[in-house]
């Protein structure tokens, strides 16, 4: 075999080239070679005779061959070769099936993918688009997008939007706003069962014929469900009222797509995290009833039987009679009342269930609802679906004891489940029955938090859970990915008080301590420099303790147990007596500001060094930042003073900067640049300097201060994000935002909750909508800023307001002249007429006393408490 050249070799990826039995000649070019191109080199140079030479290459005639002249089979066209028979190569089983990543445009594949990229119908579309353009939904918040599309990381990061505030908001060079996005600005529709043929154009093509021509294929997206036959497509569009106008179009009449019937419905648009996950969900109720029951009254011989037998049927394993857990209380005298009993229920059954002794005689009361079960649950379905479109099947699950029915229903709108809320609750399912439903809203709120702060209040947290969940029913659940800077806080439950009361528990939690002197919050410059990270973290390690810089607000943040935090408190506080002593400000008046401008700073930094002295220009006044002692302070003075001397002038132009250097010094500390920064306009920065700058900031678009500040080129995104930390970056564009909103009143308005970020945009009084914030869970009108109204307009809603305040200072006259209190429990008006001091609420059933209002779970302890707290008087 030594004189056969080795194929792999020529082509460039033999691996064993010292004992390699073929021939390596240095003449036999190979194809990697970038000078010049490879020759085509015959297979008998190869090694011979190649038997599978006349084997046609299956690879080939698919078009997938990356060997190309070294592959040992045939690549003749099958037309042309007529001497060869071959067996036809058989299709991929794989081809039929959707790729999932190419629906999600992020195939890397190709052509090289085995499945199918088939996205429209029959038609099949190239697997590489030629502009590279992705797939994109608009409105998407724009990380999501970025990991959903790799190919984008190649282009300049810094324009995509971030999310802040809940809105998609995009900025400018020098960091300036250039479009907000809301989630209110756009609306969705799902529309399901579709065909697996159905197409983006067959559903742009529907809406066109049914009037809304402006439907473009990038805003409908699929939804690949692996588990269903047919496909879903979320139609999102820039107009808050497509998706009403659509439904209202449609009605009730069917739409047929590719002779197949589908469902349009409403789609709640949730607000995106930087992890582009839903943060508030109010699209949900739950609806409870009692069930039908009925009330049996037991009879004994004596009093002293009775009593006994109540002790006995409460000593039981289980009370339960046909699944139901009986309510039993005596009823003096020799009686006891058995309720929650099952409507089948007999008198034979009950006493079979009855320990002895055995009552003497067995009555029964009325039933609770004339409905059967069934027909209850069917009543609340078909009153839930009469207020909007439910998403999902309404699956009752009775309660424990199985004295209520509860469902929970999930509406495709908020709106919708606000309404349910409104005109449900309270109301009777049975008209001849006292029994009102209880119809709530389900509240699920998401937060996001560091990993870091979320470890360190691990310990704080575990008891809230427990806590949360014993008085308002609320749950806390915390999910944590291994590696990630970020995580997740959900935290859930049946009505929006008890989960807001919970989020703001969480959420101080997560405020952790503020560092404070005694005089208000630490803010010494020095801890919110990047150079003393390593110093802040040494000290919270020694202590337990994790120290987060603020920036945004410029506080620090403890979080620890309450030992670890007084003594890095203590260490703080020391090191700003520490800093105090070497830290000082002199203040420049107009002149002799001109004169630091105009060479007076390189004199003084040229007396002390760059490391002491920083001109602040940013800030007002302008100053002078000194780290050094009273004596370089008295320097500076004298230096500044001699701006004064009649010699002023000799020494401005001694000192002023020629045009042809004034590249070589940084426009703010007129200095040569130290770990210097060129901008777009040609000016050079120093590093440290321009993060001064761009910290400092207050107004936009952010200007090159170069040649004596009358550059005003922006500075660009890429520079800001070159020199600043991730933290100092977002909290510019902060900054930014909340300038640019505090600016356009009449356009936007922040959530009226105080410390809120949220903010909505402002529609007029003819189209008034539901802000609904993720990050109080309060709810208002975009356009009368009161509390929301569906239905009505925000004159008809003023309107109401001031006829029930009116109506509620008559009332309240009324009540105090009449002595009628509310409940404790209920809130219901209770007017006592006559009879003792120990009154039972008719609606709630709450024994209360009358004498000091306290309530008690039943009349027997109302009585002892009087006795004993009010004397005999009853």
Known sequence: MENKICRFFVAGRCLNRETCRFQHPDTVPTPLSPERKAEPISRSQLGGSVPKAKIPCKFYLQGTCTRGDFCTFEHSNPTTATATVFRPVSRDTRSSIPC?????????????????HDIQGNL?????????????????AASTWARSNPSFREHDETKLPRNIGGATVGFADGASVSAISLISDFSAVSTSDLSQHTSVQDIVDL????????????????????????????????????????????????????????????????????????????????????????????????????????????????????????????QPVRSLQVGNLDLNTNEAGLRRFLPSPQPIKVTWGPQSHMFTAKQLEERAITQLRSHGTLIEECTPSPQKGRSRTKIIAKFSEAEAARNAVKKMHETRLDPDSNDKMQVTLLVSIKLSVSSRILAAIQPQLDPLVDQTWQTGYVQIKSYEALGKQYAQVRIFGQSREPVAKAKSAVEKLLAGHIAADGNGPITDPFYFR??????????????????????????????????????????????????????????????????????????????????????????????????????????????LTSCASPSLETQIARLSISGDDSELFCPVCFTPPEAPIKTPCGHVYCSSCLVSQCTSADSFPLKCLGEGAVCGSPITLADMKKVLSGTEYDNLLQTSLTSYLRSR????????????????????????????????????????????????????????????????????????????????????????????NHMECISCRIHICWFCMKTFGSGEETYKHMDRTHGNIQ
Not at 584 to 599: M, N, Q, R, S, Y
Not at 602 to 615: C, H, M, S, Y
Request: proline share 4%.
């Open 100 to 116: 999932r990543y190419f629906q999600r445009s992020i195939c890397k594949m190709g052509e090289l993918c085995p499945f199918s």
């Open 124 to 140: 099949v579309m190239p697997k590489t688009l030629s502009d590279h353009r992705p797939i994109t939904d608009i409105g998407l």
């Open 207 to 330: 809406l066109s014929s049914r009037g809304f021509p402006q439907i473009t294929t990038d805003c409908i997206r699929f939804k690949h469900i692996p588990e269903k036959l047919h496909k879903t497509a979320v139609i999102k569009v820039r107009d808050p009222d497509f998706a009403n106008k659509l439904l209202q179009y449609l009605g009730d009449t069917p739409v047929h797509l590719r002779d197949v019937e589908v469902h349009v419905s409403k789609m709640q648009l949730g607000g995106e995290t930087e992890s582009g996950m839903n943060r508030l969900q109010l699209t949900g109720v739950t609806c409870s009833w009692f069930n039908p029951s009925k009330v049996a009254y037991l009879q004994y011989e004596t009093d002293w039987k009775a009593k006994r037998a109540l002790e006995r049927i409460k000593g039981l394993d289980s009370n339960q009679l046909m699944g139901r857990k009986l309510d039993v209380t005596y």
């Open 530 to 639: 990047p150079s003393s990270k390593n110093f802040l973290d040494d000290l919270g390690a020694a202590h337990g303790v994790f120290i987060h810089q603020d920036l945004r607000r410029s506080v620090l943040r403890l979080y620890g147990d309450d030992t670890g935090i007084e003594q890095v408190e203590r260490a703080l506080v020391a090191k700003c007596a520490e800093l105090k002593e070497h830290s000082h400000t002199v203040i420049l008046d107009p002149e002799a500001l001109a004169f630091a401008l105009k060479g007076g700073f390189r004199q003084i930094v040229a007396a002390l060094g760059k490391n002491k002295v920083k001109l602040d220009i940013i800030s007002n006044p302008k100053r002078i930042i000194v780290e050094g002692s009273t004596k370089d302070v008295v320097q500076i003075q004298d230096i």
């Open 745 to 836: 009143t009449t356009e936007f308005q922040y959530c009226s909750t105080p410390d809120c970020d949220r903010f909505y945009r402002i529609s007029n009084t003819e189209k008034p909508r539901t802000f609904d914030c993720d990050g109080c869970l309060s709810s208002i009108c975009t356009s009368c800023h009161q509390n929301p109204h569906d239905g009505l307009t925000c004159e008809a809603n003023k309107a109401l307001i001031k006829a029930a305040l009116e109506g509620d200072e008559e009332l309240a006259k009324w009540k105090k002249d009449n002595d009628v209190r509310d409940c404790p429990k209920c809130g219901v008006p209770i007017e006592k007429a006559f009879g003792c």
